[in-house]
């Protein structure tokens, strides 16, 4: 292959990624409204600028496509918590800093929170969506791991539970604190993240 042939290539396998990113992007919006069940690629089409025979084109089924998207947006939110983690200096900090990250994060994406959920549970009736999401929920668990074990290190303290355990609780708590949220009522995530962070070491 010559080096200009490569070049096209490269462009044409570029533009086909773009496109797919865009596609997913677009689907997103429509999953996170209607959730998983209630949505077809006709439906995600008619809520997008792209029709539904692109969207076969790009994406085999629904399945490949909401995979797709929520690994993407995956990819900005398994670090939604490293920068309270480089930031504090002092466990206190760490504790506040990452309970309103919490909050935030809530308030800003909760319809796509509600899409994860809507995936997670999905998983266990559908094979197909299993390993990606066993694979991203590993990641979330990192994610909150790597918040316990610099919190533990800054109160000069040792973590009392494992990763697998410390991701359970906040799993819970954010998915309860979730729930509260889409019914319009007020929740206290910042607090009680902060007080289960302090819980989890000794």
């Not at 010559?2 to 570029?14: L, Q």
């Not at 792209?50 to 909401?66: A, I, P, Q, W």
Request: charged letters at 25%.
């Amino acid at each position: 292959m010559t080096e200009t042939s490569e070049r096209i290539a490269r462009r044409s396998v570029d533009k086909f990624a773009q496109r797919r990113a865009e596609l997913a992007e677009s689907a997103l919006q429509a999953l996170s409204e209607l959730g998983y069940a209630r949505t077809s690629l006709r439906e995600i089409a008619q809520k997008s600028n792209f029709s539904h025979g692109v969207l076969h084109y790009y994406f085999t089924d629904k399945v490949e496509l909401l995979t797709y998207a929520v690994r993407k947006f995956e990819e900005v939110c398994v670090t939604r918590y490293d920068e309270a983690v480089a930031m504090a200096t002092s466990a206190e900090e760490l504790e506040r800093g990452f309970g309103a990250a919490m909050a935030d994060t809530l308030r800003a994406d909760a319809a796509m929170h509600r899409l994860w959920y809507d995936l997670r549970n999905q998983s266990l009736f559908e094979s197909a969506f299993r390993a990606d999401v066993l694979e991203i929920d590993a990641q979330r668990q990192a994610m909150i791991w790597r918040v316990v074990e610099r919190y533990a290190e800054l109160a000069d303290a040792a973590p009392v539970v494992t990763g697998q355990v410390a991701y359970a609780a906040f799993d819970g708590l954010f998915q309860q604190a979730l729930l509260h949220h889409l019914a319009g009522e007020e929740n206290g995530l910042a607090e009680d993240a902060g007080s289960l962070l302090r819980r989890l070491v000794s």
